[in-house]
């Protein structure tokens, strides 16, 4: 298929695509009728994605190489067009270290795919959205942008994701194109249950943090993003939009003895 075939089909390109977030979003987006092309590092997960799920285009991917985005991109565009969504959902966690115990290549690491990740694609994307005088762009931040938490490498790149999708929503807002960023609270993926598994987090802090009591479903943060990709947010640009059980509002009360939980102990 290509875009003179199917004219009015959207198209939406998500990146870290195989797990957790991403693979909800993909999914959530093809069951309002995209295409979408599914891209992340992972090779055996996309391989085992293939068989499940053919609909959607896999790609192999690394966000942190320009060469390998630049390639990505020539491909969706000579088979179906410049995409009109495109989410960044590639991302990488940071372990809970002293400031004193972090190793500056983890730190460069992160901010390469965390930061430098998404703002390739959203500048290569967006520019060529620009040119059509369409498209929406979405990155994925997290409260860890906006409540300081002990992660030196994680939440300042991630607050800068928040300083990017408010920048390039000024400069890409006059060619119609929008560009918004969600901030996760804690949401049940591969990495957070590993890291609960290994007892490095405790699931009920995790959960008792957050005024509704509870996680985030990866469903619930494509949930958010479908309706912001959607023309019900056609005028909503700029912002960074919390999906979080109520983590922000939670947080602090600490501070006076914590939440009050009726039913809980
Ligand atoms: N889970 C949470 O609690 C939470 C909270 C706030 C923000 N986030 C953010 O949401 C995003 C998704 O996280 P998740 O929890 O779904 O994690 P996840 O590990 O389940 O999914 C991330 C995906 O990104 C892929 N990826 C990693 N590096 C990549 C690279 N260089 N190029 C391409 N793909 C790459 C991984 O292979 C994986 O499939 C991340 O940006 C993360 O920081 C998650």
Not at 62 to 71: F, H
Not at 121 to 138: D, N, P
């Amino acid at each position: 298929m290509n875009a003179a075939e199917d004219e009015d089909r959207r198209i939406a390109l998500v990146t870290g695509a195989a797990s957790g977030i991403g693979l909800a979003v993909v999914e959530r987006l093809q069951a309002e009728g995209y295409q979408v092309v599914g891209a992340d590092r992972n090779r055996d997960q996309l391989a085992r994605l293939g068989e499940e799920n053919p609909q959607v285009v896999w790609q192999v991917l690394d966000v942190s190489s320009e060469e390998e985005i630049d390639g990505l991109k020539q491909d969706i565009e000579d088979r179906f067009g410049c995409p009109h969504a495109v989410v960044n959902a590639a991302g990488i966690m940071q372990d809970n270290v002293p400031l004193d115990a972090m190793e500056m290549e983890e730190h460069d690491r992160i901010w390469d795919v965390n930061y430098r990740g998404s703002f390739l694609t959203c500048r290569k994307f967006g520019l060529a959205m620009s040119r059509l005088g369409r498209g929406v762009l979405i990155n994925i931040a997290s409260i860890t942008a906006l409540r300081p938490l002990p992660l030196f490498a994680y939440g300042p790149g991630k607050a800068a994701l928040v300083a990017m999708t408010e920048s390039l929503a000024g400069h890409l807002g006059p060619s119609s194109v929008r560009v918004n960023a969600v901030a996760p609270g804690f949401v049940l993926t591969p990495p957070i249950k590993s890291k609960i598994d290994a007892g490095l987090r405790d699931a009920s802090d995790l959960s008792n943090s957050a005024a509704l009591g509870r996680m985030v479903a990866p469903e619930e943060i494509a949930e958010a993003i479908a309706f912001l990709i959607s023309d019900r947010a056609a005028a909503i640009t700029g912002i960074t939009l919390p999906v979080d059980a109520g983590w922000l509002a939670g947080s602090a009360w600490g501070t006076y003895g914590g939440l009050r939980f009726s039913g809980k102990e």
